[in-house]
């Protein structure tokens, strides 16, 4: 049998959709692509709403399982898991109508809107940790943010994965740690330039080639970027002096105010009474 | 540029001489894996040692036969290492090297005066790399004999309708026909046409997958491979 160009094309694709028969799916479209399968948009018939069905592409350990064990605000919920006809592992989750993170900055948002985010990203994967879940591929394609300015975080490895790698930390072994290096990379990838020096200082710990000069864990690392926000020392960074006087500046404005006020004042008395 | 050879087409994949020539030679590997390989791989050689090298016919058919014969010799096939590449890129890394080496010998040889200059076959110039050709002919024989898989299939599960239906939609040339025209063509229920379609699709995509299962090394592999298999 002789195949076209044009027929092996179409057989690529058509081998590649979800046989869908017998389930409560109607396929879409594809959507995305994850480490471990194809993220299609399909309609549940029965309850009659869009969906994001993940259809893997070998069936490893249960990802499904592992997701909905998960139940965080910042982690898609699983509606349903099933094996399709074509023996394919698949599950149903909540189709998320937002924007991937890396779109998402392109509206130029605040440097506390960023930092709300990297929040938002780092409890999810503080949860996930306390599960004795990690993540293994924190990257911004795997993070949405919501029309309602929710975040999810997507694509929960099962499998070590090859990961991207500006992203993916540099040990073989990827443990908690290495989330944290991937936390570190989120968080450089989400400054604004010019980069405040403590938070670039924030991420280049997070980010060290030896997982020990890493933040312990992920609440230590939001820790460091609330004292930021707070107008405090960060650990990560050995202040210049000039530089600890203008925070202390900044966080004490109105009593220096005041002081400057009652100086000025005390100045104005003593020199009316003098003439 | 003189036509391609019809071996890997036509159902004849490879010469039989290749079989033997497995049988024959001692290696780790069994001859039904050894088959496997050769059944899925000897086009896409030959297609790139054509344009790689701007072989004719039968100067890139001797270098593929010779390719296979060498690494048989030389268990070429039990040295791969699946931790540093895919099995593909290993074997085109492979025939690249070989076909360099013969390259260098025939110029050796040449300069002695007891060998023919090297015509360049007038080729066009493809629009596609050597490696581009190379991937494409593994995708197209890995169709190919999928699709063979499922035709025997069909007629071992007295299938044949579900095959006809099949032929005559997906592997159309062209505009293809509407699920009504074949439903009215076929005299069958247009559902019925939708799950034929899908009962075919499902089966060639599980031999696509079987075909690969026995060129790769581990399920990593396999599902690299047929992510590049889907489009």
């Keep these: ?63 499904a399982q592992l997701i909905a064990a998960l139940e965080h605000p910042a982690i898609v919920p699983v509606y349903e898991a099933g094996t399709l006809p074509d023996g394919r592992e698949f599950y149903a989750m909540k189709l998320i109508r937002g924007a991937r993170l890396d779109h998402y900055l392109a509206a130029q948002p605040t440097l506390a809107e960023r930092l709300r985010l990297i929040w938002r990203i780092g409890e999810a994967v503080a949860y996930a940790h306390s599960h004795g879940v990690i993540h293994r591929d924190l990257k911004p394609q795997n993070v949405m943010v919501g ?27 990827l443990d908690q740690r290495s989330d944290i290096y991937a936390l570190g990379a989120l968080l ?40 930021f926000e707070q107008g405090m020392a960060v650990e990560a960074w050995p202040e210049p002096l000039w530089h600890r006087l203008r925070r202390f500046a900044s966080r004490n404005a109105v009593l220096l105010w005041l002081l400057a006020a009652y100086t000025f004042a005390k100045f104005l008395i003593f020199f009316l009474r003098k003439f | 540029m003189d036509a391609d050879t019809a071996i890997g087409g036509h159902g004849d994949h490879f010469p039989s001489t290749q079989l033997s020539l497995l ?25 790139f040692i054509r344009l790689k090298f701007h072989k004719k016919n039968e100067d890139a058919k001797d270098l593929t036969q010779g390719f296979f014969a060498t690494a048989l010799e030389r268990d070429f096939f039990t040295r791969f290492d699946p931790d540093k590449a895919s099995f593909r890129t290993y074997l085109r890394m492979a025939v690249e090297r070989f076909a360099a080496n013969q390259y260098a010998a025939a110029n050796r040889q040449k300069r002695g005066g007891d060998t023919e200059f090297e015509t360049v076959g007038e080729q066009a110039v493809p629009t596609e790399s050597p490696e581009q050709v190379f991937e494409r002919e ?7 004999l999928a699709l063979d898989d499922l035709r025997a299939h069909s ?54 997958m079987e075909r690969l299962r026995g060129t790769t090394a581990g399920w990593r592999e396999l599902r690299d491979e047929m992510r590049r298999v889907w489009s």
């Design chain 1, 147 to 173: 029309e309602f300015g929710e975040v999810y975080v997507m694509d929960w490895g099962v499998e070590a994965i090859a990961g991207t790698p500006a992203f993916r930390a540099p040990e073989v072994l």
């Design chain 2, 138 to 144: 593994w995708q197209r024989q890995l169709f190919c």
């Design chain 2, 23 to 47: 049988e024959a030679t001692a290696s780790g590997l069994s001859s039904d894996a050894l088959d496997r390989v050769i059944t899925i791989y000897w086009k896409p050689v030959y297609r």
């Design chain 1, 188 to 227: 450089r990838f989400l400054l604004p330039k010019p980069t405040p020096p403590a938070l670039a200082a924030i991420a280049d710990k997070a980010m060290s080639a030896d997982p020990a000069a890493r933040y312990p864990e992920v609440p230590a690392l939001l820790a460091e970027i609330e004292r």
């Design chain 1, 1 to 63: 049998m002789e195949l076209g160009d044009s027929v092996l094309d179409h057989l690529r694709r058509v081998a590649a959709l979800p046989d869908l028969s017998g389930t409560r799916y109607e396929l879409e479209g594809e959507i995305g692509r994850g480490g471990m399968g194809i993220v299609y948009a399909a309609r549940d018939r029965v309850l009659n709403r869009r969906v994001a069905l993940k259809v893997l592409d070998l069936t490893p350990a249960g990802e």
């Design chain 2, 155 to 208: 007629e071992r599960c007295s299938k044949q309708l579900e095959f006809q239906i099949f032929q005559a939609y997906d592997l159309a040339e062209g505009e293809r026909p509407s699920y009504a025209e074949l439903a009215s063509q076929y005299g069958v229920p247009e559902t019925s046409v939708t799950n034929y379609l899908a009962w075919a699709r499902r089966m060639m995509r599980s031999f696509v």
